[in-house]
C-alpha cells in the first residue's frame, strides 16, 4: 500500500509540473504576441470592398473597359463625388494599349419636381484608332478589312422624367463632331460615306425615349423586364448631305429560377437609320454587329449598315456571390432596308463566360466565343446587356 501511494503522489506531482511549464510557456508566447490583425488577403479584399465603385461612396478609383469597342483594353482611372439629392460627378481618363485614349466627364443635377425630373450633362472625346471596318453590308468578307482613325467629341445635355417609379422619359440635346483618317480611302469610298483625311463633320442632335424598366439594377439584375424606344435626328451644321435619323427599340427579359440561382436571359435590339430627304448617314455613326455585346464570335464591327437586328439567350447560374456563369447564343444581322431582314440571313455565335459583379453593377466579363469565322476571347467590363 505504501508503494501505491508513493507512485500515485509522484503521478500527480509530475502532472502539476507538466501543467505548471505549459501554463508558464503559454504567458511567455503572450508577451511576444500583438493584436490580431487580418491576413493580406482580408485586407486587399476590405479595400476592393470599400473602393467607390462596390461601396457606393465617393473618390478616386480604377477604371478599366474600352476606350471605344474595338481599341483594344483599356486601363485609366476616375474620380466619383456623389451629392445631396442623387446628384453626382464623374470624371474618367483611359489610355488603351493600342493608344487610344478617352476623356469622359458627366454630371447628374439635383432631383426637381418631388424626384421626378433630373437634369444631366456630359462631355466626352475620344481618340480611337485602327477602328475596324469590313465594307458594307450582311455578306462582306474579312479579306476586305481595312482601318481607321476616329475622334468623336460629344457634349450633351438634357432632362430625365419620371411619372412613374417603372417609368423613365428622356430628352436631350447634342453636339457631335469627329474626323476620320482612313488608312485605304478607296476601299473606304468604295463602301459608304466615310470622309477622308483631313475632313470632319459637324452635327447638332435632338434625341427623345422611353423606358419601362423593373429591374433592380441596370448594371446587373436577375430579373425584370426592360422595354425602350428612343429616336434621335442630326442635322450636319454646314449643310453636307450627311443627315439622318437613328431610332431603336429594345427589350430585355430575365426569368429567374430556384431563388435566382439561374437566370434565363432574353435580349432583343433592333436599330434603323434613315437618311433625311436622300442623304447618306455616315458610315463611323452606323449601326453595327460583332464584337463584346453583339454577335461574340465574330470580330468587332464586323458586319456594318443601315439598319441591324440582334437576338441573344443565355443560361445563367451563379456559382457564388459575385460570380456569374452564362452559356449564351447569339444571332444577327444587318440590311441596308428592314425589308431585307429575313431569318435565313443570320449569323450566329455561341460560347460560355464567366461574369465578375458587384449589387448592382458588372465588374468584369470574361468570355470564349465561336462562330463559323472562328474563336475568339472577350475581355471587357459591364454586361453583354
Not at 493600342?98 to 433630373?118: D, F, H, K
Not at 466615310?194 to 435632338?206: A, C, E, I, K, T
Not at 464591327?301 to 439598319?307: K, T
Request: aromatic fraction near 10%.
Amino acid at each position: 500500500m505504501l508503494t501505491l501511494a508513493v507512485a500515485l503522489s509522484s503521478s500527480v506531482l509530475a502532472q502539476d509540473t507538466r501543467e505548471q511549464q505549459i501554463a508558464a510557456a503559454q504567458a511567455e508566447k503572450v508577451k511576444t504576441l500583438g493584436d490580431e490583425a487580418p491576413s493580406g488577403a482580408e485586407t486587399t479584399i476590405v479595400r476592393v470592398m470599400k473602393s467607390p465603385l462596390l461601396a457606393g461612396t465617393g473618390g478616386v478609383f480604377p477604371w478599366f473597359g474600352s476606350v471605344y469597342e474595338g481599341t483594344s483594353f483599356g486601363f485609366g482611372g476616375g474620380y466619383l463625388r456623389r451629392m445631396p439629392r442623387r446628384s453626382e460627378l464623374v470624371a474618367v481618363a483611359g489610355l488603351s494599349i493600342n493608344g487610344s485614349t478617352v476623356l469622359r466627364g458627366e454630371y447628374t443635377a439635383p432631383r426637381l419636381a418631388r424626384g421626378t425630373i433630373q437634369p444631366f450633362a456630359s462631355v466626352e472625346w475620344a481618340r480611337a484608332n485602327g477602328v475596324s471596318f469590313y465594307g458594307l453590308g450582311n455578306e462582306t468578307i474579312t479579306a476586305q478589312r481595312t482601318d481607321y482613325n476616329f475622334d468623336p467629341l460629344t457634349i450633351k445635355a438634357g432632362l430625365g422624367f419620371r411619372p412613374a417609379s417603372l417609368i423613365l422619359l428622356t430628352a436631350s440635346v447634342e453636339r457631335l463632331g469627329f474626323r476620320t483618317e482612313v488608312t485605304q480611302p478607296a476601299l473606304a469610298f468604295s463602301a459608304g460615306p466615310l470622309p477622308s483625311d483631313n475632313s470632319s463633320l459637324q452635327f447638332n442632335g435632338v434625341r427623345v425615349g422611353a423606358a419601362f424598366d423593373t429591374r433592380t439594377s441596370p448594371g446587373y439584375s436577375t430579373r425584370g423586364t426592360l422595354l425602350r424606344a428612343t429616336t434621335a435626328f442630326y442635322s450636319e451644321t454646314s449643310h453636307q448631305p450627311y443627315d439622318f435619323q437613328q431610332s431603336q427599340l429594345e427589350a430585355v427579359q430575365l426569368v429567374p429560377l430556384v431563388r435566382e440561382q439561374f437566370v434565363l436571359a432574353f435580349h432583343a435590339l433592333a436599330t434603323f437609320t434613315d437618311g433625311s430627304g436622300g442623304d447618306s448617314p455616315p458610315l463611323a455613326l452606323l449601326p453595327y454587329l460583332g464584337g463584346g455585346a453583339t454577335l461574340r464570335g465574330f470580330g468587332t464591327r464586323r458586319f456594318v449598315d443601315r439598319d441591324s437586328l440582334l437576338l441573344t439567350g443565355e443560361y445563367r447560374w451563379r456559382p457564388s456571390r459575385y460570380v456569374d456563369m452564362a452559356l449564351f447564343l447569339d444571332a444577327g444581322q444587318v440590311a441596308t432596308v428592314r425589308e431585307q431582314m429575313a431569318w435565313d440571313r443570320l449569323h450566329t455565335s455561341w460560347g460560355i463566360g464567366a461574369r465578375f459583379h458587384g449589387p448592382g453593377f458588372m465588374a468584369l466579363r470574361l468570355e470564349y466565343a465561336r462562330s463559323a469565322e472562328g474563336a475568339r476571347v472577350v475581355f471587357t467590363t459591364g454586361g453583354p446587356f
